[in-house]
Structures are given as C-alpha cells and as structure tokens.
C-alpha cells in the first residue's frame, strides 16, 4: 500500500517547506517525488501542515490492572486523535513492570489493542538491579524518587547509587523528596482544601529530589532525563547542569505550562498532579526554558482517574489528569497566539523525544523514516468537550477551552487511523502500532 501525500507544507530538518511525500510499506520512501509518480492512495493535503507523529514519552494507560480508569483500547484512539503516534508508558501498572517478563507481557498486550506505537518503561525498586542491568526491549529506567505505589519507591541513597552505578539504560525520573513531602503532610494535615497539596508537594521537595538526581548522575555519568519539571528552581539546576556536561535532558508537561494555583479555585482536584501545579511565575519559567533550550522536551504524564475518584474530598482524591488527546492542539493554539512556531513545537513533541529515547526512525520527516504524520488544520477551532474525549475516563481539565490548531489526519507506520471529517471523528478499526525500536542495544 502506497500513498501520495500532495499540497502539504511539511516540517523538514527544522523548517517549513512546500513539498509533496510519499509513503508505502510503512516508510517515507520519497520527498517531493517526481510530478508522475503515482500511488495506490493519493491525498490533497490542502495546503496543511505535515509534522512528524508526536512521541509522548511519559504516559500511564493504566493496563494491566487499572483498566477502569483507562486501557489501551480508548487510550491509544486518544492518541491517533491528538496527533500521538508512539507513547512511552510508565511502569506503575498492576502488577508494577519490574521484570523482562512484566514488559514483555505489556507489549504483547498493546500488539494486540493499540493502534499507535508503544514502549514500556522497566521501574526500579530498591532491589532489582539484576533485571535493570538485563533489560531490554525498553526505552529506559523509570525511578520514583517519591510518590508511588507498590514497591516502586526508592528514595534510600545506597539503592540509588546502585542503579546510577550499574545499570546502561537512560533513567528518568520523578523527582519529590519523600522526606520533605512526607513533612509538609503532617504539617498540613488540617487542611481539606485541594490548594493545600500545592504546599505538600512544594517548591522545595521538587527542588531537592532533582538536585539529588542530577548529582548522582554526574557522579556516576549517566544519561538522566527529568521528568514533569515544576518550578523555576528546577530550572535554574538543569541549565547548570547543561553548561557543564551533556548528560541531563528535561520535560515539562501541559499542566504545569498552563495551570497555576490560582486555578485551584475553579478546576479544584481535576488539576491535583504530582508534582503539583505552582505559580504563574513558574509556568512563564517553563515556557521559557522550552523557547532557550534548556528543557527539550513536552509530554503529557497523561495519568486518568474516573471522575468519581477525582470528585472525592482532598486528600482522598487521586492526582494525575488526562492529556495526551488534546497537548497537541494545545501547543499548536500557541503557535497561533505568537508564543512560539510550528517548528519549535515539531522539536519539542516529536524530534527531541525520540532523541532523548534512542528511538529508532521516529521523530522526523525523512526518507527511510517511518511513516508516522500528522496533517495539522492551523485554522481549525474546536472547543473541548468532555463528552467528546476518547480517553476511557471521559472528562478533560480543558473542557469549555476553544483551541485553534488541530489534527485532522493521523497515519501510523502509513496506515492511517483517524481522520476528522465533517467535524466528526474516525478511526481505523485494526492495529498498526508497533513496538518502538531502541538504537540503544537490544
């Protein structure tokens, strides 16, 4: 199966250019082909633009074990919608992935239901070693240096500097100090205002946990990707960091670009994340780190609950929020407000994280590449609505918010498996995604 991908405006090696692709057996085999070239499928990209699929590197789709807020089914239809074409997924399922054999069992789940391309994160616990050591068919390590589930922590120095000392993979990690958390709980144990886990999870925990991470990665020099950064303090560790050594590389996620606490009043727990959302100063901090550099990397940590769990009385509410369906059309609305191009965002959502991961043909518009695109409407507006989400749990943090830019055709691997048209959605039925594959070795 051939397609022919006509009248498009393409992000190519950073830059916008009018080009015509051409796509079959799952690769980009040409960039603008010849006028006479044909193809089994031909489509009028109607002057659009094409980007390369997004990669969210830091997803949690809840399966197996938590299906009742999320699956692979509706979650991976999320990301054919958003423009999402491969994901990387969080080990904190049930049972947690800590083993070969965990993360086997999970990509032979998604071959079967997922219609966007996948990998699974191996997660460290204070005594796995061996199988983080052993791994392969990964990205990389998940650590969670405060709040977990299971027997996912590991926040004891000896168990850390083990990890950092003997394992190859690239670690990432999410960085609270459980100490300073734990603290901050007990001091404000009389609170039942969901603003108050903004002063549970504050500046300082985030602060300290990153800098304790970043230390033991330059000790032991050892790739290390910070995930979901939070607040301007972080920031200000990683340019440090980046001006010594090129070992440290960062995200930050929707919700802390573009919520504060102030948002507390009206989103109350629908915007309870972990790390917590911060100050207004903190997002203009984080978008600016994205516009110098300094953090490479946009995900979502797409983490749903049911709405009833997330209606519960604080603390009691679960935090995480859904994203991945809608970050795209986010940074693309940017675009259109002149807050940053078409180009950068292409860089930040999909070049960089399949960098950072050693993605194998992922992440750009090349010959040889495969064929994961997305032809973005920059003039498209669409208010989000929850009865409108894919996602299982069926509610968005956004609802009510009307965004210009949004994904109108999503291809995996040359398969396409959505299209919006005449304002409705629809998706392909089989499975194309794939096991993402790793230049790292296997």
């Known amino acids: 199966m051939s397609t022919l991908i006509r009248n498009v405006n393409a992000v190519i090696d950073g830059q916008l250019v009018e080009t015509s692709l051409l796509i079959a057996d799952g690769k980009i085999v040409d960039i603008a082909p010849a006028q006479q070239v044909g193809a089994d499928e031909v489509v009028d990209g109607g002057g659009k633009i094409l980007i390369p699929g997004v990669v969210d590197d830091q997803v949690h789709f809840r399966e197996p074990g938590l299906t ?8 991976s239809r999320a990301c054919a919608k958003g423009g999402v074409t491969s994901f990387l997924e969080m080990p904190n399922t049930i049972p947690n992935a800590i083993t070969q054999s965990l993360i086997d069992d999970k990509l032979a789940i998604a071959a079967k239901k997922s219609i966007v391309n996948f990998g699974f994160y191996i997660g460290a616990t204070p005594n796995n070693a061996s199988e983080l050591k052993h791994a392969v068919r990964t990205p990389g390590i998940k650590i969670f240096i405060g709040s977990s589930t299971g027997n996912l922590l ?5 168990a850390l500097e083990t990890i950092f000392a003997e394992t190859t993979l690239t670690i990432c990690a999410h960085c609270e100090d459980e100490t300073t958390v734990r603290a901050n709980a007990a001091k404000y ?4 205002d969901v603003a108050a886990h903004s002063l549970v999870r504050d500046y300082e925990a985030a602060k300290i946990a990153t800098a304790r991470a970043i230390a033991l990665a330059e000790k032991h020099q050892h790739r290390f990707h910070v995930l979901h950064v939070s607040t301007a303090d972080e920031v200000e560790l990683i340019r440090a960091a ?4 090129d070992l440290i590389t ?7 670009l573009f919520f504060s606490v102030e948002d507390y009043e009206t989103l109350g727990s629908l915007v309870k994340m972990n790390p917590s959302i911060k100050s207004k100063a903190d997002n203009k901090a984080l978008f600016a780190a994205l516009l110098d550099g300094t953090i490479e990397v946009i995900a979502t940590d797409h983490a749903p609950h049911t709405i009833e769990e997330k209606q519960l009385p604080y603390p009691k509410c679960p935090s995480g929020l859904p994203a991945v369906e809608n970050s795209l059309a986010l940074m693309l609305n940017e675009v259109n407000q002149g807050r940053c191009s078409i180009e950068q965002v292409v860089g930040w959502m999909c070049e960089a994280p399949a960098r950072v991961w050693d993605m194998k043909h992922k992440g750009e518009i090349a010959v040889g590449y495969d064929a994961d695109l997305v032809l ?4 498209l507006k669409i208010e989000v609505k929850n009865e409108d989400q894919q996602t299982k749990c069926g509610w968005t943090p ?4 009307t965004l210009q830019g949004w994904p109108v055709r999503t291809w995996v691997m040359g398969h396409e498996v959505f299209r919006k048209q005449e304002g409705k959605d629809q998706f392909e039925q089989n499975v194309f995604g794939r096991a993402i594959q790793y230049a790292h070795p296997t």
């Open 68 to 75: 009742a807020k999320e699956d692979l089914t509706h979650a």
């Open 154 to 158: 590991v926040d004891e120095q000896a």
């Open 189 to 192: 144990a009389d609170r039942t």
């Open 242 to 245: 980046k001006a010594k050594h």
């Open 250 to 256: 960062a995200e930050a996620c929707p919700h802390h």
């Open 376 to 379: 973005v409407d920059m003039e």
């Open 398 to 401: 956004w609802h009510g918010t």
